[in-house]
């Protein structure tokens, strides 16, 4: 595989064009998450997902990286598909929290994958549900609407502190 800035480019639209199945599966995500949690979890919007493709597409080196495991997720089909079981997990749950961005939405993006992989099944081949469960954990979890991540941490250590 060759992926040069144009390549990268074709794989952010096309990550674009699923807007139409990967926000409702984020809200229904969000909804199950949020019951289970017992909190309100605000929907996403059309919008809010492609700010926040837009906003991963934006960093380069994240952009190349995201690029490629589309691409590879895009072609992925085991025969039997359990044989391949392990790659495209793997590979969904690296999307997922490279989407998200740092830690803690790195670890919740991953966990979250697992949760919108057994819920959704794109039929498409055995890489596309996991591509787009990954591309609903990672969004959901790099966009806000969660209670906890509405207010400054009480956990922050002040800079310039004496030492």
Not at 117 to 130: L, Q
Request: glycine share 8%.
């Amino acid at each position: 595989m060759q992926l040069t800035p144009a390549g990268v480019e074709a794989q952010f639209d096309w990550i674009h064009d699923r807007h139409s199945t990967v926000v409702p599966l984020v809200n229904s995500v969000r909804a199950d998450l949020g019951e289970a949690f017992a909190t309100e979890v605000d929907p996403i919007s059309a919008e809010g997902y492609h700010e926040a493709i837009d906003a991963v597409g934006a960093n380069g080196d994240r952009a190349v990286n995201v690029a490629a495991l589309v691409a590879i997720l895009r072609e992925l089909d085991v025969e039997g598909d359990y044989p391949g079981f392990v790659v495209d997990e793997l590979l969904g749950r690296e999307l997922a929290a490279m989407i998200a961005g740092d830690q803690p939405r790195r670890l919740l993006a991953e966990a979250t994958f697992h949760y919108a992989d057994i819920h959704h099944h794109a039929g498409e081949g055995a890489g596309t549900d996991d591509l787009e469960a990954a591309l609903a954990a990672g969004v959901q979890t790099r966009l806000p609407g969660w209670n906890w991540t509405e207010a400054e941490s009480p956990f922050a250590v002040e800079p310039n502190r004496k030492h």
